[in-house]
């Protein structure tokens, strides 16, 4: 797999994707925000180009459109929303892309808690993912705990990112493209199996969020800095 | 309740048990190390004070004996022996006595990987022990992450300490405990629900030692200081 030339962030105009967006396209990198609706993936673009400045490659356009013109996907929608999506985006996945999933299956989805995860058959949001791409395609669970909040202010994210993937390669490129964000470590946390705990770790900082008024985020402690270095 | 003058750690002589017993009978805590085998929870506790010193104040005792002597109770055991142990306990736990709970539900427990957690019922082994201790006895889910190195070494505990119950002043109890270990910084995680949560946590930290060879915890960014003061 190449180095990926775009990123499309699918419903990238809810607040994760936004932050995500955001912090990529100050990073430099190609972005597509992609949206059920062009025109509102379009004025999440606008206004990220807006706050970045005119240096950001930053675009807006439907989902499927983005997702076509890209090899990077990045999935920050609703888990209510998780499964269709991917299945009207199969067809238009590209050979050699792959995808990262920062879907969280928050019992709100259907009308619970945030602060409750969802049961999901597969294990986790991005097992299910990897169910509903196309053969071939890898998955990857990541950036689940960077909360939105964080990636939309100024300044480091104090958050580390726990990638998992059962693809070596694509577990690496989602490290390099997670240190591109300010203030983030990247560690590799094994296989996509482990993606349920970091999607219940964002339940937990949520209830934290709410329970003591701040924007929580995680660092894990004791490795050694070869764990956060990339090959 | 009032604040418990002696607190057993039961299976004390495990890794994870031995560590908290140190750590609190450093803070000048009464410890009682519990053990199916009196003798090895003499030994454990011999081998305290001899790192402590004198003024240590610890001794071991067979569980049942421990859990009668106290009033603190905390749970340090494998998982494959968590409910029979607590079914054991119940005619000794004094009333108005709590129980803190550090099991995790490891997959190890019945031969399978300590990676990975094993479903349980009531959602957590914490949950498990709610459902087995007398009625009225408050239980809280805490100490999971701060693994059995970190707790064991020199110097100070690099982890914070969620702690979750559904009782507020057991809660209290147990974060003013986790606080006597110097490093950690004890955080109110809301109900015992959220157990579930820690217990997963700790299989991925067990992962993570595993792949980047280290003795991982977890620190929450991003709280107020207030979050981590007790009332």
Same mark, same amino acid.
């Given at each position: 797999?190449?180095?990926?030339?775009?990123?499309?962030?699918?419903?990238?105009?809810?607040?994760?994707?936004?932050?995500? %967006?955001?912090?990529? %396209?100050?990073?430099?990198?190609?972005?597509?925000? @992609?949206?059920?609706?062009?025109?509102?993936?379009?004025?999440?673009?606008?206004?990220?180009?807006?706050?970045?400045?005119?240096?950001?490659?930053?675009?807006?356009?439907?989902?499927?459109?983005?997702?076509?013109?890209?090899?990077?996907?990045?999935?920050?929608?609703?888990?209510?929303?998780?499964?269709?999506?991917?299945?009207?985006?199969?067809?238009?996945?590209?050979? *050699?892309?792959?995808?990262?999933?920062? &879907?969280?299956?928050?019992?709100?989805?259907?009308?619970?808690?945030?602060?409750? &995860?969802?049961?999901?058959?597969?294990?986790?949001?991005?097992?299910?993912?990897?169910?509903?791409?196309?053969?071939?395609?890898?998955?990857?669970?990541?950036?689940?705990?960077?909360?939105?909040? #964080?990636?939309? %202010?100024?300044?480091?994210?104090?958050?580390?990112?726990?990638?998992?993937?059962?693809?070596?390669?694509?577990?690496?490129?989602?490290?390099?493209?997670? &240190?591109?964000?300010?203030?983030?470590?990247?560690?590799? @946390?094994?296989? #996509?199996?482990?993606?349920?705990?970091?999607?219940?770790?964002?339940?937990?900082?949520?209830?934290?969020?709410?329970?003591?008024? *701040?924007?929580?985020?995680?660092?894990?402690?004791?490795?050694?800095?070869?764990?956060?270095?990339?090959?």
């Amino acid at each position: 797999m190449s180095t990926p030339q775009a990123i499309a962030v699918l419903g990238g105009t809810g607040p994760e994707g936004f932050g995500l %967006a955001l912090r990529w %396209a100050q990073a430099g990198e190609i972005v597509i925000i @992609g949206s059920r609706d062009a025109k509102r993936a379009q004025d999440a673009a606008e206004k990220i180009k807006q706050r970045v400045g005119a240096s950001a490659v930053i675009s807006g356009e439907e989902n499927l459109i983005a997702c076509a013109a890209a090899e990077l996907l990045v999935l920050t929608i609703p888990f209510e929303g998780h499964a269709d999506l991917l299945k009207q985006l199969k067809p238009a996945i590209r050979p *050699g892309s792959m995808v990262i999933d920062a &879907t969280v299956p928050l019992a709100a989805s259907v009308g619970g808690r945030a602060t409750r &995860t969802l049961g999901v058959w597969q294990g986790s949001a991005a097992q299910q993912t990897a169910e509903l791409v196309p053969k071939g395609i890898p998955v990857v669970a990541a950036f689940q705990n960077a909360g939105a909040e #964080l990636l939309n %202010a100024e300044g480091p994210v104090e958050c580390d990112v726990i990638v998992c993937s059962d693809d070596p390669g694509a577990s690496q490129i989602a490290r390099a493209l997670a &240190t591109k964000i300010p203030g983030v470590r990247a560690i590799d @946390g094994g296989k #996509l199996e482990n993606a349920r705990i970091l999607e219940q770790i964002t339940a937990l900082l949520i209830g934290l969020n709410i329970r003591h008024k *701040g924007h929580s985020g995680i660092r894990i402690t004791g490795l050694p800095d070869a764990a956060y270095k990339l090959a």
